[in-house]
């Protein structure tokens, strides 16, 4: 029966023995043992624990831009005080680009990129678009917003895979 000699080609998992075979517990995660930490004791040694961050962009009104807050957590999922995130935040921003206010919709006092600036960085950024060749659209502007955020935010990892080229 050919059906029964392909059930003997797959190995039976509960014949795997899971602590010798399982490379990912075996292996210490790249860059683990750096700075941030890692889990403290037993078979996670070897993942390294960040701070993480939630973003939320609002529009602001008055300036007429998008207007991004940062919402920080410790290493352990505690709440990290908005002042403590200024420590993830380039020392040319902290304190003058990013202040400490008041998220307008979460009530909450959150890191945020004061949008003073961002009209006239992403008007620049546009038209060396539009010099080098390319049509600035609605898509395209979001993906170099987000580029210039993380350059005030470079501890924040972005998914790169869209390309908005600035020239």
């Not at 961002?118 to 898509?139: Q, W």
């Not at 350059?151 to 869209?162: F, H, L």
Request: charged share 30%; proline share 7%.
């Amino acid at each position: 029966d050919d059906d029964d000699d392909d059930d003997d080609d797959v190995p039976d998992m509960d014949d795997l023995d899971d602590e010798e075979d399982d490379v990912c517990a075996a292996a210490p995660a790249p860059g683990a043992g750096g700075s941030g930490g890692t889990a403290p004791g037993g078979k996670n040694d070897h993942i390294l624990s960040t701070r993480t961050y939630d973003i939320s962009i609002c529009y602001d009104k008055f300036y007429q831009v998008p207007r991004v807050w940062l919402v920080g957590y410790e290493e352990d999922g505690s709440p990290l005080p908005p002042e403590r995130a200024l420590e993830d935040i380039s020392g040319d921003h902290a304190q003058k680009t990013v202040t400490v206010e008041q998220h307008p919709h979460l009530g909450l006092a959150c890191a945020s990129i004061h949008p003073c600036k961002h009209a006239a960085v992403m008007k620049r950024l546009s038209e060396n678009l539009s010099a080098g060749g390319g049509e600035p659209d609605v898509r395209s502007y979001l993906i170099i917003f987000l580029k210039f955020i993380a350059a005030v935010v470079p501890t924040i990892e972005y998914d790169y895979t869209v390309d908005a080229r600035v020239a």
